[in-house]
């Protein structure tokens, strides 16, 4: 049977761990060339490739910091030069850095805003352009190219002592939808994933100890936390043509997080 993804080239930013790993070892089983990206852990990202090959996938590892521009023209570059085009882009890379709103540095904001909401578009303009010069192969996808930004149930829940993850993550939602009105005419689709707790290092604290987990489990529904592999299937899924009429929306894999589970027995 031919693989979902077969023959296309998927970049994945922020592959070295966590949803991003994830999300390259699912494309990868799903038949796509995967571009590791990274930006400071090369020996992760590596073993990365290593694993993908193990399982008879294919790829490369590419480093570069999303929210540098001359960086991301080059991961395109390099990519385009190896593989011909890009089909797919996974616009994962993100990162917290936490702190009470009144004593949030400029630094602090700066960082986040511009590795989780200017790394998108610097990516998405990135792969918008080579979607709009390849067209569509219809061998390969009835789409001229797919993005996917991994955005969070933070797009839409306000999260104190989080301001500039919140709000980063709106303004992804926002991208996205832009992006996608923008471009939908040419069959390029842009769509989120919104992930709720999922079992990665950026969350740790929250699932570390077996105390730290059942206070989280007070907002899961489904009383378990989300592995990377549940943001695989769903990043495979938007990526192929199976998902070829959906664009523009958020499809949230947070077992019920936006449940108001406060409500459950309450109000
Ligand atoms: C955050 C995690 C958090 C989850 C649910 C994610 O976007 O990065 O730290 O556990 O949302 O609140």
Same mark, same amino acid.
């Given at each position: 049977?031919?693989? &979902? ?7 994945? =930013? ?10 390259? %070892?699912?494309?990868? *089983? ?11 852990? #090369?020996?992760? #990202?590596?073993?990365?490739? =290593? ?17 540098? *521009?001359?960086?991301? $023209?080059?991961? @395109?570059? *390099? =990519? ?13 890379? +993100? /990162?917290?850095?936490?702190? $009470? @709103? ?26 918008? $352009? ?11 996808? $009835? ?25 980063? %993550? ?6 996205? &939808?832009?992006?996608?009105? *923008?471009?939908?005419?040419? &069959? ?11 079992? =990665? ?31 695989? +299937?769903? #990043?495979?899924? /938007? #990526? ?14 947070? +077992? ?6 406060? @409500?459950?027995?309450?109000?």
């Amino acid at each position: 049977m031919t693989k &979902k993804l077969q023959g296309q080239v998927a970049i994945v =930013t922020g592959a070295s761990s966590g949803i991003g790993t994830g999300v390259a %070892k699912a494309l990868a *089983e799903a038949g796509a060339t995967v571009v590791v990206n990274y930006s400071s852990s #090369a020996d992760k #990202a590596q073993a990365v490739l =290593t694993e993908i090959r193990q399982k008879g996938g294919d790829g490369m590892i590419i480093k570069a910091d999303v929210g540098n *521009e001359a960086e991301v $023209k080059a991961m @395109f570059a *390099e =990519t385009i030069h190896q593989y011909g085009t890009v089909d797919i882009l996974i616009n994962n890379a +993100g /990162l917290q850095k936490d702190a $009470k @709103f009144h004593e949030m540095t400029l630094d602090q904001w700066n960082h986040v805003l511009n590795i989780n909401l200017t790394g998108q578009f610097l990516c998405a303009r990135e792969a918008i $352009k080579e979607f709009m010069r390849r067209g569509i192969v219809p061998e390969r996808s $009835k789409s001229a190219g797919k993005i996917i930004c991994m955005s969070s149930v933070h797009e839409v829940i306000p999260w104190a002592g989080h301001a500039n993850y919140s709000a980063s %993550k709106g303004g992804v939602m926002m991208l996205m &939808k832009s992006i996608a009105q *923008e471009y939908a005419p040419l &069959k390029i689709r842009v769509n989120s994933i919104g992930p709720g707790a999922i079992r =990665t290092p950026i969350n740790h604290a929250a699932w570390q100890t077996p105390e730290s987990y059942q206070s989280l489990m007070k907002l899961v529904p489904a009383k378990r936390i989300g592995e990377p592999e549940d943001i695989g +299937g769903a #990043a495979v899924w /938007l #990526a192929s043509d199976d998902s070829e009429y959906v664009n523009g929306i958020t499809l949230f894999v947070d +077992g019920g997080m936006l449940l108001y589970p406060g @409500f459950e027995d309450n109000g």
